[in-house]
């Protein structure tokens, strides 16, 4: 590894890019319409977009519109989407803000050997008819593909108490 191909000091790559192994299929469910189109100002988490104050969307394709049945304005909904892109072949990476390198499984970075990405978004709105889901904020580019919606449910979601 050099600092030509991108990575950092302390960075191991895994043996095998699991970008190269086809052993899943996946079915885009719509696409996130989001204000961020260069990485370079996307919010870095959900804590940063919700800062910067700037709603966002989801479109919905029309054959899974019918499954929007149950969701809520004023609800929260786990997101799901498919970071395109992103490296796939870290097992340990040095993030920025830290001074010793840290496993993928342990980050929220996208660089991950599946790059799925999680955001738990407030539900503003919604149009059946169109598949549109207005979100409170997003930390995702315009045009990620989206995996799945999952409503976030506080019985099982929030951790236990201690």
Known sequence: MSVADGARPGEVRLATD???IHDATLAF???ILSPWTD???CPRNMR???ERGREAAVEIGEPYRPALSGLAPGGFAHLLSWLQGSRRDLALQMPRHADR???TFALRSPVRPNPIG???VRILAIDTASGVLRIDAIDALDGTPLLDIKPYL???DRP???
């Open 101 to 103: 390198p840290t496993g």
């Open 48 to 50: 940063e977009a919700r």
């Open 29 to 31: 469910v719509g696409r």
């Open 39 to 41: 990485r370079g100002d």
């Open 18 to 20: 699991p970008a190269s």
């Open 160 to 162: 236990p108490e201690t």
């Open 154 to 156: 506080p019985s099982v």
């Open 118 to 120: 999680l955001h738990l």
